[in-house]
């Protein structure tokens, strides 16, 4: 019973926020039809920042310090990348229907809000890793 894994609860935290932000990114781009774009780019980079903080969350302390200071700062950096071309691929539709409000379709509009909301989400994540970056506890 003494070598149970300690599991941590902040990674746990950060991989569901970026699984919830990466469905709503997938939803946002393939069910509504608009503009927004769907980018490999997002999806690659959150899928390593998952596996990255899941392989943190799940193995524990049971993981080498070093190798799990490597995940949680190499899973960081992949979610900054991932949150970066989200944002960047939601600009046209920012801009049509928040600065240029002529005529746009309504699912536009719903794409972008959904897209806030995956955007939010992930931003989740990355505060929990920031937070398990800078906590000494697991």
Do not use: H
Request: proline share 4%; hydrophobic share 55%; charged share 10%.
């Amino acid at each position: 019973m003494a070598n149970t894994k300690k599991q941590s609860k902040l990674a746990w935290i950060a991989v569901c926020a970026i699984v919830v932000g990466l469905i709503l990114y997938l939803v946002s781009s393939l069910i509504f039809p608009s503009k927004s774009i769907l980018g490999w780019q997002v999806i690659a980079a959150g899928l390593v920042s998952c596996f990255l903080l899941a392989v943190v969350a799940y193995a524990g302390e049971t993981v080498p310090k070093l190798l799990r200071d490597i995940c949680i700062v190499g899973g960081g950096l992949c979610l900054i990348v991932a949150i970066s071309f989200f944002v960047l691929n939601r600009v046209d539709p920012a801009a049509d229907i928040w600065f240029i409000p002529v005529n746009y379709p309504a699912a536009e509009k719903t794409s972008l809000y959904i897209s806030c909301a995956g955007i939010a989400c992930m931003f989740v994540g990355f505060l929990a890793t920031l937070l398990k970056a800078f906590s000494a506890k697991d």
